[in-house]
T-cell receptor, first 113, second 114 residues
Framework: SQQGEEDPQALSIQEGENATMNCSYK?????LQWYRQNSGRGLVHLIL?????REKHSGRLRVTLDTSKKSSSLLITASRAADTASYFCATDLRSYNTDKLIFGTGTRLQVFP | NAGVMQNPRHLVRRRGQEARLRCSPMKGHSHVYWYRQLPEEGLKFMVY????????ESGMPKERFSAEFPKEGPSILRIQQVVRGDSAAYFC????????????FGPGTRLTVT
């Protein structure tokens, strides 16, 4: 089963509004990452937050991590039409000497101009 | 400073044929990961390789799929006797060292089995 599940599955907003996406996971992690994927394209790494961090910022992105609730959120402020994409969280379990990432199901964000 | 390169970008195969997908990691990266993405789904881990070694193949189907990362040249994901269910996007990622956290993804190869 998937380690991560994003909520909501789809989100539609107007340009200028904020978009919040949530990710829940099941087991202990070393870090959690957020990726963006434009339709039919590869993944772009957005931000990594380690298990001992609670909040991280990068430009218009703000990520929080609550290890007690096994959840993370990605906030995109002042959204733009170019932010339209699918967003995935991925966890690094670092078990058995491997760095494999376990991806969530994704949130499809649509930003209308 | 080229990123992760994958080729071909699109591959069409008939059922029963072989598919070979190539991945060249970022310069200086010796860790390669392969993931598969079915339509409307997230990525699923397949295999993790270092040069000449398979470290974790827990996500690889037991039959028809194999991967290698030779001392020289790209990493290869090979699918023998493809079936329609193999149609997906296959992504390769690389990292500089284990435990670095970040993996850099290539543009993917979209395999269509007809």
């Amino acid at each position: 089963s998937q380690q991560g599940e994003e909520d909501p599955q789809a989100l539609s907003i107007q340009e200028g509004e904020n978009a919040t996406m949530n990710c829940s996971y099941k087991t202990s992690i070393n870090n959690l990452q957020w990726y963006r994927q434009n339709s039919g394209r590869g993944l772009v790494h957005l931000i990594l937050i380690r298990s001992n961090e609670r909040e991280k910022h990068s430009g218009r992105l703000r990520v929080t991590l609550d290890t007690s609730k096994k959840s993370s959120s990605l906030l995109i402020t002042a959204s733009r039409a170019a932010d339209t994409a699918s967003y995935f969280c991925a966890t690094d379990l670092r078990s058995y000497n491997t760095d494999k990432l376990i991806f969530g199901t994704g949130t499809r964000l649509q930003v209308f101009p | 400073n080229a990123g992760v390169m994958q080729n071909p970008r699109h591959l069409v195969r008939r059922r029963g044929q072989e598919a070979r997908l190539r991945c060249s990691p970022m310069k200086g990266h010796s860790h390669v990961y392969w993931y598969r993405q079915l339509p409307e789904e997230g990525l699923k881990f397949m295999v993790y390789l270092q040069k000449e070694n398979i470290i974790d193949e827990s996500g690889m189907p037991k039959e028809r799929f194999s991967a290698e990362f030779p001392k020289e040249g790209p990493s290869i994901l090979r699918i023998q006797q493809v079936v329609r269910g193999d149609s997906a996007a296959y992504f390769c990622a690389s990292s500089a060292r284990q435990g670095s956290g970040e993996q850099y993804f290539g543009p993917g190869t979209r395999l269509t089995v007809t």
